[in-house]
């Protein structure tokens, strides 16, 4: 069973920062992808960033030079940190985790955490 959590949400006012943090823990071979997505109210989940496990970054176009995704293999940990921040930032973040439980099968599988708050006060 693999778990997925994120932390580090928080209330901050425009043009501060936030560092989230998606710790997968569990039966774990191989972290292949993780990707931070976002929910407003009335709003689709949306994707902020992704990165791959060798490495390749991807940011929506709303995000691009204010929010960088890094990861800790060590920790099995990817974090997001997020600078000038927006009120229109303010949405539940969610990470998801492309997991290989296994390191005799090739099977990876998706996993989500729970969801951390952001809010952004004007």
């Known amino acids: 069973q693999v778990q997925v959590m994120e932390s580090g949400g928080g209330l901050v006012q425009t043009g501060g920062s936030l560092r989230l943090s998606c710790a997968a823990s569990?039966?774990?071979?191989?972290?292949?992808?993780v990707d931070w997505y976002r929910q407003a109210p009335g709003k689709q989940r949306e994707l902020v960033a992704s990165l791959t496990s060798g490495g390749r970054t991807n940011y929506a176009e709303s995000v691009k030079g204010r929010f960088t995704i890094s990861r800790d293999n060590a920790k099995n940990t990817v974090y997001l940190q997020m600078n000038l921040l927006k009120p229109e930032d303010t949405a539940v973040y969610y990470c998801n985790a492309i997991v290989q439980p296994d390191n005799s099968r090739p099977n990876m599988y998706s996993y989500w955490g729970q969801g951390t708050q952001v809010t952004i006060s004007s």
């Open positions: 569990g039966n774990i071979f191989r972290i292949n992808a």
